[in-house]
């Protein structure tokens, strides 16, 4: 049914993403109403909205009188002959966790509804856009990579849990990582901008965020506790020599296992204050490496598995300036990663060329 915000009242359900001016939804599917968002929806004149028959508690829900529904043409046609595309989509969200991540710099504490509201639409198109999101690295600087690295690899860790089968957990999965680096809001800021290896003092601070992200969301009841557990052991490894507990594999949490892939794989192949990115296919051989000592053997192998469907056969534009598409590309037994150049239609082996890797992928 239809009503007006000031229908509205507390445990209502929105079952249709709420519009104003932008493609972004200001109150996304599935919000459960309170006070606050009757007042923002207020704010932004909106007169209209879609809700459940019954509240969140189960009992029926009775506005005093139920609104036809009014398409706004207007409205529908913006969104219809503008839409935006997932990297703006993208960059919007990181724009609003780095907001959101000066915030609780300054003290303020998490709000976990305003981060479900925040990355919720952008993974639900994930599925779509995964060669884009394997390559996302590429539009991360020094200065902004904190605030790229928490949307990354949330991004990343869906994709990866829902090929391992979490696809009903993906979303807790997806919270969990991006909010694994929140305090890192508490450390010193020198130490997040340091250039070259930590002293043992700062990185002992640094190893803290662990703890301060987990207390964030200790009490919140909209976070599992198997996602809370999560984002407390995401730097955790399988031959125990992780942080904060040191524990190994045994009693580590899968939903660990899948966001500390992700984590290393997009902090890797970026540019931070202390490293060079680095080629996703020599991230990849350096990672296997790793296998039973950071990482899961199996988890990695899946994680790797989805890196070579989204990209092969994609379109790429590579460190040189030439375009090309991906013909060959496996990390198997006999690893091989070839591209076409587009111009000269010259095939070339890009673990043979040290100087050249893929920047991004080219929009379709």
């Known amino acids: 049914m239809y009503v007006h915000p000031n229908q509205l ?10 519009y104003s001016k932008s493609s972004h ?22 007169d209209q909205v879609e809700v459940a028959s019954k509240l969140a508690n189960g009992l029926d ?6 609104i036809p529904f009014k398409e706004d043409p207007t409205k529908q046609k913006t969104f219809q002959k503008e839409p935006s595309t997932f990297l703006e989509d993208y960059r919007a969200v990181v724009t609003n966790y780095a907001r ?7 003290g303020k504490t998490l709000d976990i509804h305003e981060v479900r509201q925040l990355i919720v639409p952008l993974i639900e198109r994930a599925d779509e856009h995964q060669g884009e999101i394997f390559l996302v690295n590429h539009y991360a600087t020094k200065e902004t990579y904190p605030y790229h690295h928490s949307v990354a690899i949330s991004l990343l860790s869906t994709l990866l849990a829902k090929r391992l089968g979490f696809e009903q957990e993906s979303i807790q999965i997806a919270m969990a990582a991006l909010i694994a680096d929140s305090g890192m809001a508490k450390v010193n800021h020198r130490i997040l901008k340091h250039k070259g290896k930590l002293p043992k003092a700062e990185f002992e601070e640094l190893k803290q965020h662990s703890t301060l992200s987990y207390r964030y969301v200790e009490k919140s009841p909209a976070l599992t506790k198997a996602a809370k557990l999560a984002v407390l052991q995401h730097h955790e490894r399988p031959d125990g020599r992780g942080y904060p507990l040191g524990i190994t594999e045994d009693k580590i949490h899968s939903y ?11 902090a890797m192949t970026s540019d931070r204050y202390h490293q060079q990115k680095q080629p996703f296919d020599r991230v990849i051989f350096q990672m296997q490496k790793e296998i039973n000592r950071q990482f899961d053997s ?9 890196l ?8 790429v534009c590579l460190s040189n300036g030439q375009t090309g598409t991906i013909v060959a590309l496996s990390f198997t037994d006999y690893p091989e990663f070839i591209v076409q150049i587009h111009d000269t239609h010259e095939i070339l082996s890009l673990s043979d060329q040290d100087e050249l890797m893929i920047e991004y ?3 379709r």
Request: charged fraction near 25%; proline fraction near 3%.
């Open 9 to 18: 009242v507390e445990k209502c359900v929105i079952v249709k993403d709420v």
């Open 100 to 106: 959101m991540f000066k915030q609780w710099q300054s």
């Open 308 to 315: 070579e469907d989204a990209l092969l056969e994609e379109k």
């Open 25 to 46: 939804p200001i109150i996304a599917q599935d919000t459960v109403v309170t006070g606050t968002h009757i007042k923002v929806l207020k704010s932004f004149l909106v």
């Open 256 to 266: 660990t296992k899948i966001i500390s892939i992700a984590d290393a794989y997009h």
């Open 61 to 66: 829900f009775k506005p005093s009188q139920v």
């Open 361 to 363: 992928l080219i929009q």
């Open 298 to 306: 199996r988890y990695l192998k899946v994680f790797i598995t989805c």
